[in-house]
């Protein structure tokens, strides 16, 4: 961190904050965040557009990302992330996206790796009920009633139709259903994905076609900086659909205020006393208090017995001596 300026707070991850229970105190986290962002956006440091939150549902714990989801629940996750967005993107200035707030993974998203199938050539084969009642509820809630300006696709297909380029999901629902108007990003790699690992279409050109004419606005990725020209050489593109990508992010850009003087607007001049601060210390310390999960000693198995004589200690820290 740039001399001077305090570490940024740091709260529990999602599966703590679901486990408050406790919405209101959802939205101050967030609140802290941008603020605290926005801060360090104005000393160089940081960007206005956060990836978060994962608002995916949390059904196997084996999977490898579950702890940065509120949990299994659909409307438990709807209440967070209503509140997540608000907190992120709204502030003081009504004029003005405080910072962006990007919902993922976008959509019925939640396996790395199994049975010799990983993440970017997955397929999830999910019913219309099951879509509508479990996989949808959150980003409905995201962009329908907290209005995130940002949406990223993920690498799984739907149905057979990756998400990246998927116009029933990009289109149909999130833009034309849930009345979506802000842009969308694919997770890093997933427009390539859909040549490489989904094998929907032969060639990059086509890749990077499907997506873009599908909602897919921005890509994460080398796809539509190397090959979006040759797709419009071709045909496959036309400059509306560009154009169209293009107005998308930079309307984001003109909420932020951007491109307007900063002298009279609040969070451009937020200082960097505000990282770190007592206050949101504060909300650091009763998130961590509340998010404390009582769990059942189910057949006394605590206190550990002295006759144990070998104990599995596992997980990414599980050898680290110093923290």
């Known amino acids: 961190m740039r001399r001077g300026i305090n570490c940024p707070i740091s709260f529990g991850g999602p599966s703590a904050r679901g486990a408050t229970f406790n919405m209101w105190l959802n939205l101050e986290m967030a609140q802290a965040i941008s603020t605290e962002g926005r801060a360090l956006h104005n000393q160089g440091i940081a960007g206005l557009d956060y990836w978060a939150p994962n608002i995916n549902i949390g059904r196997d714990p084996r999977w490898g990302r579950i702890q940065e989801t509120p949990g299994e629940d659909p409307f438990l996750t709807s209440q967070y992330v209503s509140n997540y967005v608000r907190g992120m993107q709204e502030g003081e200035d009504p004029r003005y996206t405080k910072v962006i707030a990007t919902c993922k993974h976008y959509a019925a998203y939640s396996m790395e790796h199994w049975n010799g199938t990983d993440r970017a050539a997955f397929n999830a084969v999910v019913s219309d009920y099951d879509l509508v009642e479990t996989y949808l509820p959150a980003f409905h809630a995201c962009v329908g009633q907290a209005r995130a300006r940002g949406v990223m696709c993920a690498y799984p297909a739907v149905n057979g139709v990756p998400s990246c380029a998927n116009t029933f999901l990009l289109q149909d629902v999130l833009r034309d259903s849930f009345g979506f108007d802000g842009y969308v990003v694919s997770d890093c790699a997933a427009v390539a994905f859909i040549q490489t690992a989904h094998h929907y279409v032969t060639t990059a050109a086509n890749a990077t076609a499907v997506a873009l004419k599908?909602?897919?606005?921005?890509?994460?990725?080398?796809?539509?900086?190397?090959?979006?020209?040759?797709?419009?050489?071709?045909?496959?593109?036309?400059?509306?659909?560009?154009?169209?990508?293009?107005?998308?992010?930079w309307k984001q850009r003109f909420e932020l205020g951007m491109y307007d003087p900063v002298a009279n607007q609040p969070?451009?001049?937020?200082?960097?006393?505000?990282?770190?601060s007592p206050a949101h210390k504060d909300i650091a310390l009763r998130a961590a208090r509340e998010a404390m999960v009582l769990l059942k000693n189910d057949k006394n198995v605590l206190p550990l017995s002295k006759s144990i004589s070998s104990l599995a200690v596992i997980g990414p820290n599980s050898n680290v001596t110093v923290t």
């Open 267 to 276: 969070y451009a001049n937020l200082p960097p006393s505000v990282v770190g």
């Open 214 to 249: 599908a909602g897919t606005d921005l890509n994460c990725g080398g796809y539509y900086q190397n090959h979006l020209q040759e797709a419009l050489k071709q045909g496959l593109v036309t400059e509306y659909d560009i154009r169209n990508a293009v107005f998308r992010l």
